[in-house]
């Protein structure tokens, strides 16, 4: 379990997050949905080192124990590819799993047959790419660094349809004993891939105990999201 308590943050005057809690389970992909602004990619921000918060804790419970989120246990995939274009697909892979594999990890050709990148592709370098090929180079970095906690931020915008499908297939394998937390705008992604949804507005997190599969969803989510008070 993740366990969020208190959390805050504020740049110069303007408070983003005033207060977040929440106990997110493993096994399950919860969908973090909320307006532009609301302060996702903050609290994303926050769960993967990259800035601190100004009050709270965050702790990761697993085997009975707690302790604080560590950075070894979390990978993060961002709505834009950070990869090094200058490499080859092939390259990138053998470089990543230089840094972060393990006894247990695949060879790079089985990692680009799992997102079915060619023989042929995956030796052009990343440049050349179009960017749903690079979406799937980036969720590979997960799969082989294999953490507890994954943060999906806007992961699938600039893919196409059948990309899509790809990578929400390979991302359902992920869930069994891990937290994947998904942020995104597209509310048909949410219904895919979402166990759960939480809405993060008001700088506060709020489940809205709404079934992402529900015909009712779409329009239940529409009125949390467009001020009505949300559920404690």
């Known amino acids: 379990m993740l366990q969020l308590t208190n959390i805050h943050k504020a740049f110069q005057n303007k408070s983003v997050l005033q207060g977040c809690d929440y106990n997110f389970e493993a096994g399950k992909i919860t969908g973090i949905l909320g307006r532009n602004g609301a302060g996702k990619t903050t609290l994303f921000n926050i769960l993967n080192h990259e800035i601190e918060a100004d009050q709270g804790q965050v702790v990761w419970t697993a085997d009975g124990r707690s302790r604080p989120l560590a950075v070894s246990d979390v990978a993060m995939v961002f709505a834009e590819n950070y990869l090094p274009d200058f490499l080859t697909g092939y390259e990138f892979v053998q470089f990543f799993l230089d840094l972060h ?9 089985e990692y680009l047959d799992m997102v079915e990148i060619g023989q042929e592709d995956r030796h052009h370098i990343i440049k050349s790419y179009s960017s749903g090929m690079q979406s799937k180079l980036s969720i590979l970095t997960v799969f082989i660094m ?8 806007e992961p699938l915008t600039s893919v196409d349809v059948v990309i899509g499908i790809q990578l929400k297939k390979l991302l359902k394998t992920l869930k069994k004993g891990r937290v994947i937390l998904l942020s995104t705008h597209i509310l048909q992604l949410a219904t895919d891939l979402c166990d759960e949804v939480v809405l993060l507005r008001d700088g506060k997190l709020y489940d809205l105990q709404l079934d992402a599969h529900d015909p009712s969803f779409e329009a239940k989510l529409l009125e949390e999201l467009q001020g009505r008070p949300a559920h404690d």
């Open 101 to 109: 594999g393990t006894a247990d990890s695949l060879s790079p050709d």
């Open 146 to 153: 294999q953490p507890p906690i994954i943060l999906l931020d």
